[in-house]
């Protein structure tokens, strides 16, 4: 199993910004889509926003548009979520996941990390 690694959650007021990384290895990071995903309690994940390999293509849920931004670093293996203007809805578990193709259903994506919380107070 491939071990994607989130980190940069926490607890932030509504209007903050985080910024969540993952890692990846090489062979997973250059050749694979990667995404940001999210469950909040008591309900089902949801996708947040994809990248595709090459990082020319970025996608979002509509209600993150504007506010959030995927991003790759290719020296470091990077994958980022940079989180602006927070609000208590985007309170959730964080999880980045990977797959040979973006346009997979994401439930069937292949490679997921644990997750990082993040908390939005109001």
């Known amino acids: 199993q491939v071990q994607l690694v989130e980190s940069g959650g926490g607890l932030v007021q509504a209007g903050g910004s985080l910024r969540l990384s993952c890692t990846a290895p090489?062979?997973?990071?250059?050749?694979?889509?990667m995404g940001w995903f999210r469950q909040a309690p008591g309900k089902e994940r949801d996708f947040v926003g994809s990248i595709t390999t090459n990082g020319a293509s970025t996608y979002y849920k509509n209600a993150v548009k504007g506010r959030f931004t995927i991003s790759k670093d290719n020296a470091k293996k990077t994958l980022s979520l940079q989180m602006n203007n927070l609000k208590p809805d985007d309170t959730a578990i964080y999880f980045c996941?990977?797959?040979?193709?973006?346009?997979?259903?994401?439930?069937?994506?292949?490679?997921w990390g644990q997750g990082t919380q993040v908390t939005v107070s109001s």
């Open positions: 996941a990977a797959n040979p193709s973006i346009t997979t259903p994401f439930k069937e994506w292949t490679n």
């Open positions: 090489e062979n997973i990071f250059s050749t694979y889509a």
